[in-house]
């Protein structure tokens, strides 16, 4: 049924829910169905099924997520893919975005890092951030 809703094409917070219940309910089986959305014409439902993958957390969403964001020309879907990647709290997913910081383009490393204030209380991790920004040198990034 869930499945059935999702490809409605109902408003992109209902597909959403459904997508993000099916990930819940069955995630390997659901991850190809789900990540099929992302390819969607609508850029707030791939914005909200890219979040959906990132906080399934699910190993296999972080390829499927990092290269969905280099095809994206959109900022703000650029931002919710690195929100998405930073969600999954990989190490994969961490050390693809402290790699932005330091030698990625001039927006995606303040996107990068913006991404991981979510773990600013984490003194290691944040510590990793820090690092990475002064590696690169550039005072204009935010930290």
Do not use: H
Request: charged share 25%; proline share 6%; net charge neutral.
């Amino acid at each position: 049924m869930l499945r059935l809703r999702s490809r409605l094409g109902d408003e992109p917070q209902v597909v959403s829910e459904c997508l993000v219940a099916l990930l819940k309910l069955s995630p390997q089986k659901s991850f190809g169905f789900v990540a099929q959305f992302l390819e969607t014409s609508l850029p707030p439902t791939q914005e909200l099924v890219a979040l959906a993958l990132g906080e399934s957390r699910l190993p296999e969403a972080f390829e499927t997520l990092k290269i969905w964001w280099g095809k994206q020309v959109n900022p703000e879907l650029r931002q919710a893919g690195l929100l998405s990647l930073a969600m999954l709290r990989s190490d994969a997913g961490f050390d693809f975005l402290i790699s932005l910081i330091i030698q990625g383009r001039e927006l995606d490393a303040r996107d990068a890092i913006a991404a991981l204030k979510l773990y600013q209380p984490d003194p290691i991790l944040w510590g990793r951030v820090e690092a990475a920004a002064q590696k690169r040198g550039d005072l204009n990034l935010p930290c």
